[in-house]
Structure formats: structure tokens, C-alpha cells
């Protein structure tokens, strides 16, 4: 009979540092056969939504979170039952993921206990990967799927279902060579309990055993001047308008907490200047129009955004100083030779900024089907996190909301950010002579340390010339 063990999979850092996710959903149930690198669940990091594929092929034999839950990394999410001495790549060592370094050597355990590391040496397997995502990858060696198989009951593993445990000490206790977990001592399906009431188990005393929250703790609680008085830290989404309060707290997490602590680090770290300019693009609007009807553009989706972004581009190459950033490490200015043009895009889960690598070697045609890519994928929640970063200057385009003009915050680490007004139509003078004309305010904020206002006030110059007689293009080109 085949010999098994326990594998456990830990939340990867699924880029630049991330030290948290969020499970959405899981795609598999305890019981379940996979395979190396079925997709077993969907996660929240701070920027976007990610597919988690499987490192070992095997059968799920715990689920350590429930949806909903963040995670911190290096956190076991999910155990394995896998062949002895079998792993990701068929009998080699389990996935090594990327970690802090306090955590590094916890990561990847074998069944008894010993670094991922260890097991690796003990049977001589090559240490390569093929990552399938940011931080981790599974060894890829062979094109052959395990056959199904009757699993076996682990004995080496915690609850064996999702639902909620009995409270007992194996429930929660912290296994062997690990430190007992900072956070208040819970089941998932407790914390989860917690959240939905907006109960700070900080303050919940624990009367199970060894000071474990049980289900009866919270519903107490919740009782308790103390848990009417609400607590930031532990409210969750719709806490208070459930029980009839005059609040609905929603917790900062995911894209939004890091856009909040992106566009914070930006306002006070960036000298922001702001510059507005209106003009008149109503020869922009007849182009549109004239394009639209044209076979050459047939099954393409052309907006005044992608003129817009098309003028950004050219207006860069007489102004190069906006497509630049500031490298406070090594006190230079970095100037970059490429555009990668990020759109701001406002999505259910909060705003995100995802860029068009190489936005400057497309044609318009290929810029249109870019744009659509784009906002679709935004829109869905699927932008990866190599889409949201790497970005060297940035569009908002907030005339979709019937906005004329604003002040837009950079985004970290860009010199310049364009914000688009709506097109309306006003009165205008043309030939000495009051006209009705399509206007548009166009609002440029940069960074006053590598943009002075000569350089902004000629990219606008050169963008509003653009958007208002799109011939201009031909003397920048």
C-alpha cells in the first residue's frame, strides 16, 4: 500500500513584498484529488485578484481558512495528503516559497516538521522552478497526472472538514517548532462569526481550553456595552446597519487599503503642482467620428480616451522630463526610454491603475484594442499585480462622471498624471467670431522635483494642441 503524508501549502508573497491576502473562494473541498497546479483558490492581495494554483498533486486534506479570512503570508492555508516522499515535481521537494526572512526557513515543511530544505537535500532534487506566479512556482519535471486514488484518514492533521470544528486543544493548538499564533485564539468559522457582528476579538475573553474563543464567547459578547460601543478594528463589512445601528463600518482591506496608503505615501512625499488648461476639440470629436466610419477601424472600440492617450504619448516625446522618477536611494533621476501608460480605473473593489507596457510602440488601432483589454480585465477584478506596476506616467479620465477638472494625486513612483474632463459644449470664440464648440478641461498634476513648471506647462501646451487641431501631430512627429 502506498505510504502518504501531510504537505502543507503556505500563502506565497505573490509580489513586492505583500504581507497579507484575502481568500475569496476555494475552488476545491476537502476530499478533493488535484494536480499540480490546478488553481485551488482565488485571493485578494493588496492590488489584485489572484488565481492560487496547487504546488503538490494529491488530496486536499484540510482547508486552514475559510473565505473571507486575510491571511498573513507564510501562513498555512491549505494541507495536502500526498505519496511519501512525493511532491510538486514527483518525488522532489515541495515548492519553496518566497518569504520575509523571519519566516523563510517555516515555510515549506515536510510532514515532519523539518524545512522543505532539509527534504530537498535527502533526496537530491535540483532546487530550479518554473513559477507560475509572482514568489512561487512549481518544479515542473514530468507530463504525467497521478491517478485517482481512496484516501486515507491523516493522523497528523487538524480538523478534516471545513465546517466548524468541536473546540478541542488539537483544533487550535500551535504544532511543534511553531510559536503560538499572535492574533486571538480562534476557529475560522468563529472569526468569520466575529467579522458579520463587527466584534473586535481583541477584547472577547476566551473561555475554552488554553483561552480559545469559542462560538458562545462572541455571541455573549456581542450582548456587552463594550461591543455596542463597536470597535474599528473589528468591524466588518455592514456591521451596525444589521442590527438596526446608525453606522455601516467596512473594513479597510485589499485594493483599497493599499490605494489608500499609496496615495498617502504620494501626497506628502511628491511636491505636487497642478495645471489646468480647457480647449476646444471639437476637431478631436469630428476625427473620432470620421474613424469610427472608416473600414480600417471596423471592430475597434474608439473613445476620446484613446485620442487622448494617443496625444499623451506624442506630447512625451518633445517632453521627456514627465516620464521619469525619483529614486531616492541613489539620489538620481531616472528618465525612461519607454512608456508604459497607466489608466486609472475605478472597479467594485476600489481604484486601481493598471499600465499598458510599451504604450509608445503602438499604433492607435493597437492602443484602442489595449485600452479595451485593460478596462475589461479591471472591471472583472483578473488585473495580475505585473499589470499594476511598472507604470511611468498616468491618464484618469473622470469626464465619464460629467467632471470638468481636479487635481489627481500621482501615482507612486510617476512624474505625471493627466486627468481628462468631460466634453461638453459651450460658447467659444472662433475667428473673432461666438461659436458652439465641444470643449474639454485638461487638469496636469506632476512632481515639482522633476518637472518645473516650464516642462509641465509645455506637455500641456503640447497636449492641448493636440486635442484641439489633431494635424499639430505632424510638427511633433
Given at each position: 500500500m502506498t505510504a502518504t503524508m501531510i504537505k502543507e501549502f503556505r500563502l506565497p508573497d505573490l509580489g513586492e513584498g505583500l504581507t497579507e491576502s484575502e481568500i475569496l473562494s476555494w475552488k476545491v473541498a476537502v476530499g478533493d484529488t488535484v494536480t499540480l497546479n490546478q488553481v485551488i483558490a482565488e485571493v485578494e492581495t493588496a492590488k489584485a485578484v489572484v488565481e492560487l494554483p496547487s504546488p503538490f498533486a494529491g488530496v486536499v486534506a484540510e482547508l486552514h481558512e475559510q473565505p473571507g479570512t486575510v491571511v498573513e503570508v507564510g501562513k498555512p492555508i491549505v494541507s495536502f495528503e500526498v505519496d511519501d516522499g512525493g511532491s510538486s515535481n514527483g518525488g522532489g521537494a515541495p515548492v519553496a516559497v518566497k518569504e520575509p526572512a523571519a519566516d523563510r526557513a517555516a515555510v515549506a515543511t515536510s510532514a515532519n516538521g523539518a524545512p522543505a530544505a532539509t527534504a530537498a537535500e535527502a533526496v537530491g532534487s535540483p532546487a530550479k522552478r518554473e513559477p507560475n506566479l509572482v514568489g512561487y512556482g512549481a518544479v515542473v519535471e514530468h507530463s504525467g497526472r497521478p491517478t485517482r486514488r481512496a484516501r486515507s484518514q491523516p493522523q497528523d492533521v487538524m480538523s478534516?472538514?471545513?465546517?466548524?470544528?468541536?473546540?478541542?486543544?488539537?483544533?487550535?493548538?500551535?504544532?511543534?517548532?511553531?510559536?503560538?499564533?499572535?492574533?486571538?485564539?480562534?476557529?475560522?468559522?468563529?472569526?468569520?462569526?466575529?467579522?458579520?457582528?463587527?466584534?473586535?476579538?481583541?477584547?472577547?475573553?476566551?473561555?475554552?481550553?488554553?483561552?480559545?474563543?469559542?462560538?458562545?464567547?462572541?455571541?455573549?459578547?456581542?450582548?456587552?456595552?463594550?461591543?455596542?460601543?463597536?470597535?474599528?478594528?473589528?468591524?466588518?463589512?455592514?456591521?451596525?446597519?444589521?442590527?438596526?445601528?446608525?453606522?455601516?463600518?467596512?473594513?479597510?482591506?485589499?485594493?483599497?487599503?493599499?490605494?489608500?496608503?499609496?496615495?498617502?505615501?504620494?501626497?506628502?512625499?511628491?511636491?505636487?503642482?497642478?495645471?489646468?488648461?480647457?480647449?476646444?476639440?471639437?476637431?478631436?470629436?469630428?476625427?473620432?467620428?470620421?474613424?469610427?466610419?472608416?473600414?480600417?477601424?471596423?471592430?475597434?472600440?474608439?473613445?476620446?480616451?484613446?485620442?487622448?492617450?494617443?496625444a499623451v504619448l506624442v506630447a512625451l516625446g518633445n517632453?521627456?522630463?514627465?516620464?521619469?522618477?525619483?529614486?531616492?536611494?541613489?539620489?538620481?533621476?531616472?528618465?525612461?526610454?519607454?512608456?508604459?501608460?497607466?489608466?486609472?480605473?475605478?472597479?467594485?473593489?476600489?481604484?486601481?491603475?493598471?499600465?499598458i507596457k510599451d504604450a509608445d510602440r503602438l499604433t492607435l488601432r493597437e492602443l484602442s484594442t489595449a485600452l479595451t483589454e485593460l478596462t475589461d480585465t479591471a472591471r472583472a477584478g483578473k488585473t495580475s499585480p505585473s499589470e499594476l506596476s511598472g507604470g511611468t506616467i498616468s491618464i484618469t479620465n473622470i469626464g465619464v462622471f460629467g467632471i470638468d477638472a481636479g487635481t489627481p494625486i500621482l501615482n507612486p513612483g510617476e512624474a505625471a498624471i493627466v486627468a481628462l474632463g468631460a466634453v461638453r459644449k459651450a460658447p467659444w470664440i472662433v475667428n473673432d467670431e461666438l461659436a458652439v464648440r465641444q470643449v474639454m478641461s485638461l487638469s496636469l498634476s506632476f512632481d515639482h522635483r522633476l518637472v518645473d513648471g516650464e516642462q509641465g506647462s509645455r506637455f500641456l501646451a503640447d497636449l492641448g494642441a493636440i486635442l484641439s487641431d489633431p494635424a499639430m501631430v505632424m510638427t511633433m512627429i
Open positions: 478534516p472538514t471545513n465546517e466548524a470544528p468541536a473546540v478541542t486543544e488539537p483544533a487550535v493548538s500551535p504544532r511543534a517548532g511553531e510559536d503560538a499564533p499572535e492574533r486571538p485564539r480562534s476557529t475560522p468559522p468563529v472569526r468569520k462569526l466575529a467579522r458579520d457582528l463587527g466584534i473586535n476579538l481583541e477584547l472577547v475573553p476566551g473561555t475554552g481550553q488554553g483561552g480559545l474563543i469559542t462560538r458562545e464567547d462572541v455571541q455573549n459578547f456581542s450582548t456587552t456595552p463594550a461591543a455596542q460601543a463597536g470597535s474599528p478594528a473589528g468591524a466588518g463589512a455592514g456591521a451596525g446597519a444589521g442590527q438596526g445601528g446608525r453606522e455601516t463600518r467596512t473594513a479597510i482591506k485589499g485594493v483599497r487599503k493599499f490605494t489608500a496608503a499609496a496615495m498617502v505615501q504620494s501626497a506628502f512625499t511628491a511636491p505636487h503642482v497642478t495645471e489646468f488648461l480647457t480647449v476646444d476639440v471639437t476637431a478631436t470629436m469630428e476625427l473620432l467620428a470620421r474613424l469610427r466610419g472608416n473600414r480600417t477601424f471596423e471592430g475597434f472600440k474608439l473613445t476620446p480616451l484613446t485620442i487622448a492617450a494617443k517632453n521627456p522630463s514627465l516620464n521619469s522618477r525619483w529614486d531616492e536611494a541613489s539620489q538620481e533621476i531616472v528618465q525612461f526610454n519607454y512608456v508604459n501608460l497607466g489608466i486609472a480605473a475605478a472597479t467594485p473593489r476600489g481604484l486601481t491603475v493598471p499600465n
